[in-house]
C-alpha cells in the first residue's frame, strides 16, 4: 500500500488529483484541519478537503482520509463526529507536524512528549466517529529526542487506532537527512497495528531502504512523489521508468488551470514554481523552465510559455 502524504502549503486538494490521476497511490491524507476551541462548520471540512463531495475519492477514485490537528480532546471529538457525517471513509490525526507555529499552539509534534494526551484524544475521536470509519495517526519518532517513540505508539494503539505512519525523524530534525527509517522496526515490533514507513523517500532505491530497514511493507510518499510523479507506480512496480516529460506536461496544465480558477491570481504563479522547483530534481526539462520563469509572475504569460510552447 502507498500512501500520498499531506504537506501543508504545497500538497492540497488539486496536487492530489493530478498525482493520484498519474497512479500508484491506493490513499491520500489531507493537509490538516486546525481544530482549537469550536465546533467547525461542515464548509471548513469541504474547503479544504472537497473531495467529500465526490464520496471521499479524488476523480481518479482514490481515497481521501481528512486530517485533523489539536490537543483539545473534547473538541477533536465533536468536530471528528461532524466530519464523519460526511462520510470519509476514514479520520487521520496529526501527532507529526513540526512547525514552530503549530508547535506553539500545541498542535502537531509537541503532543509527542505527551502519550498520555494523545491517547485521550484518539480513544475520544474513536469513540465519537462510527465503527466503520477508520481513525489512523501520523507521528514523528519524538519531539526533541525517540525516547518516548514506543510509548506514543502504544499509546494510539491502546487508544483503538487502526492504523500509524511514522515518520522517521523527530521534531528537532526537521527534514534534515537522514530519515531514521531502522528506528520505525522497533514500532512495527511494539504494537500489533499496520505501521508505514515515511520520510525521505525520493527514490525507487529509497524506497525499498526504508522498508528493508523498517520492516514495513507499506510506505507514505511526500515530496519524492511531488518530484518525480510517476514515483508510486514504480514503487509499486507498475512502470519500470519515469513518467516523461512530455506526458507530464499536460497533467501540470490541469493543474494550473484548476490553481488559476481557485486560487488567488497573486499566488498563482507561485504555486507553478514551487512545483517546477520540485520538479527539477527529476526532469532537467523542469530545471530549465524553472530558470527561464522565475520572474514571470502572470498567470497568462506563465501558461503560454510552458504549455504553449511546447
Known sequence: MILLAPMEGLLDHILRDVLTRVGGVDRCVSEFIRVTDQLLPKRVFTRIVPELHTGGRTLAGVPVHPQLLGSDVTCLAENAARLAELK???????????????????????????????????????????ADVMVSAKMRLGYMDASRTLDVARAIHAAGAQEIVVHARTKADGYKPPAYWER????????????????????????????????????????????????????????AEPVPWRELLPLMQ?????????????????????????????????????AELRTVNAADELAARLFLAA
Open 254 to 290: 490541469v493543474f494550473f488551470d484548476q490553481v488559476r480558477a481557485t486560487v488567488a491570481a497573486k499566488h498563482q504563479g507561485g504555486r507553478l514554481k514551487q512545483w517546477l522547483h520540485y520538479l527539477k530534481r527529476a526532469y532537467p526539462e523542469a530545471e530549465a523552465a524553472y
Open 88 to 130: 470519509p471513509e476514514g479520520i487521520d490525526l496529526n501527532f507529526g507536524c513540526p512547525a514552530k507555529c503549530v508547535n506553539r499552539h500545541r498542535g502537531g509534534a509537541v503532543l509527542l512528549d505527551e502519550p498520555e494526551l494523545i491517547h485521550e484524544i484518539v480513544s475520544a475521536v474513536r469513540r465519537a466517529v462510527p
Open 184 to 239: 520505525i522496526s522497533a514500532v512495527r515490533e511494539a504494537v500489533p497495528l499496520t505501521i508505514i514507513a515515511n520520510g525521505e523517500i525520493w527514490t525507487v532505491e529509497h524506497a525499498a531502504l526504508a522498508r528493508e530497514r523498517s520492516g514495513c511493507e507499506h510506505l507514505m510518499l511526500g515530496r519524492g512523489m511531488v518530484a518525480d510523479p510517476g514515483l508510486a507506480l514504480r514503487v509499486a512496480g507498475a512502470r
